[in-house]
Nanobody, 124 residues
Framework: QVQLVESGGRLVQAGGSLRLSCAAS????????MGWFRQAPGKEREFVAA????????YYANSVKGRFTISRDNAKNTVYLQMNSLKPEDTAVYYC?????????????????WGQGTQVTVSS
């Protein structure tokens, strides 16, 4: 069992930056793929970024590529999402998720555990 707790979401102006954190519990964190997803009001949850255990395999959604950076610290059981050059369309609830597999994936159905989410609001 893995429990995930996100933090760091808040209101920020367009062009600003935020760093989200996701603290995980569970002995196998270091072997799990970790991902970030987001869900805007009235829209489906969508993939943002994912990282394998070593950081050697990282995927980004095209909409955030070049602006967001995912990273992880296995010693701290924490995954991060650094978000720069934020846009109003980045406004959403951001969810951390873990996948009991070493293979990075981009579909919500391929992740086993989810956090409760943290709200990110970008004002124009």
């Amino acid at each position: 069992q893995v429990q995930l707790v996100e933090s760091g979401g808040r209101l920020v102006q367009a062009g600003g930056s935020l760093r989200l954190s996701c603290a995980a519990s569970g002995r196998t964190f270091s072997s799990y793929v970790m991902g970030w997803f987001r869900q805007a009001p009235g829209k489906e949850r969508e993939f943002v970024a994912a990282i394998n255990w070593s950081g050697s395999s990282i995927y980004y959604a095209n909409s955030v590529k070049g602006r967001f950076t995912i990273s992880r610290d296995n010693a701290k059981n924490t995954v991060y999402l650094q978000m720069n050059s934020l846009k109003p369309e980045d406004t959403a609830v951001y969810y951390c998720a873990s996948r009991a597999s070493p293979i990075v994936a981009v579909s919500t159905t391929q992740y086993n555990y989810w956090g409760q989410g943290t709200q990110v609001t970008v004002s124009s």
